[in-house]
């Protein structure tokens, strides 16, 4: 038995790593998205527009 508690604390622990590696991505990735947004202003806010414009005619 005490194979499979070290087992779920082990499972427990790469599922805390996996969301903290995670969240460390989604904040790099919306920091290069503000980057380029601020370094590329026009193409920015087409591509903004586009999205809006995708969301607009998307249906349930």
């Known amino acids: 038995m005490p194979d499979r508690e070290q087992k779920d604390r082990a499972e427990q622990e790469s599922d805390a ?8 991505f989604l904040r790099e990735l919306t920091e ?13 806010k087409v ?10 005619t998307f249906r349930w």
């Open 47 to 56: 591509a903004r527009l586009r999205h809006v414009m995708r969301m607009r």
């Open 17 to 24: 790593e996996r969301r903290r590696r995670r969240a460390r």
């Open 32 to 44: 290069a998205r503000e980057l380029r947004a601020r370094v590329q202003p026009r193409r920015a």
